[in-house]
Nanobody, 126 residues
Framework: QVQLVESGGGLVQAGGSLRLSCAAS????????MGWFRQAPGKEREFVAA????????RYADSVKGRFTISRDSAKNTVDLQMNTLKPQDTAVYYC???????????????????WGQGTQVTVSS
């Protein structure tokens, strides 16, 4: 089992940047595919980005492709989400998630992920 704690959220103007970080407990961080999801008020939780165990494969939602970058640091047990050129529609609670299944390709479905953080609020003002 792994515990996930997100940080780095806040208020930013449109066009600005934020960097979210997710710290994972335990010595098994390398076993998990890691993902970022978000949920805006009144909407379902949606996929943002995911990264393979090695960090060599990434996957992004079309809405963030070219603006967001996911990365992981196995020495620090962290997975980060660099968010650039932020838009008001990026406003949401952002969640870090871990997938323990023995698969290779990072998945985009919420149901694939076994463990979740508590979320961090990102607000982008226009």
């Amino acid at each position: 089992q792994v515990q996930l704690v997100e940080s780095g959220g806040g208020l930013v103007q449109a066009g600005g940047s934020l960097r979210l970080s997710c710290a994972a407990s335990g010595r098994t961080f390398g076993r998990y595919i890691m993902g970022w999801f978000r949920q805006a008020p009144g909407k379902e939780r949606e996929f943002v980005a995911a990264i393979s165990r090695s960090g060599g494969s990434t996957r992004y939602a079309d809405s963030v492709k070219g603006r967001f970058t996911i990365s992981r640091d196995s020495a620090k047990n962290t997975v980060d989400l660099q968010m650039n050129t932020l838009k008001p529609q990026d406003t949401a609670v952002y969640y870090c998630a871990a997938d323990s299944k023995p698969i290779i390709t990072p998945q985009a479905m919420t149901a694939e992920y076994d463990f979740w953080g508590q979320g961090t609020q990102v607000t982008v003002s226009s």
